[in-house]
Nanobody, 124 residues
């Protein structure tokens, strides 16, 4: 069983930065690939960024590439999403997911565990 808890969301103006954190339970965190997804009202959950278990490989959705950075600290069982130059269209609930098979995948159904989400609202 893996428990994920996101934090760090909030209300910011366009152009600002936020750092999201996702703390995970479990003794084998470094074997999980982790992903950040987001879901806006009335829309499907969409992939934002993913990172391999070691942190050596990352992958980004095109609209956030160059603005967002995913990283992880396996000693702290935590994955981060640094979000810079935020735009109103980044407004959504952000979720972290754990893929116990270690894949970096953009498909929500491939992730076995999810956190409860944290709201990010960007005003114009």
């Amino acid at each position: 069983q893996v428990q994920l808890v996101e934090s760090g969301g909030g209300l910011v103006q366009a152009g600002a930065s936020l750092r999201l954190s996702c703390a995970a339970s479990g003794r084998t965190f470094s074997s999980y690939a982790m992903g950040w997804f987001r879901q806006a009202p009335g829309k499907e959950r969409e992939f934002v960024a993913g990172i391999s278990g070691s942190g050596g490989r990352t992958y980004y959705e095109s609209s956030v590439k160059g603005r967002f950075t995913i990283s992880r600290d396996n000693a702290k069982n935590t994955v981060y999403l640094q979000m810079n130059s935020l735009k109103p269209e980044d407004t959504a609930v952000y979720y972290c997911g754990a893929d116990l098979y270690g894949r970096i995948t953009t498909k929500p159904n491939d992730y076995e565990y999810w956190g409860q989400g944290t709201q990010v609202t960007v005003s114009s």
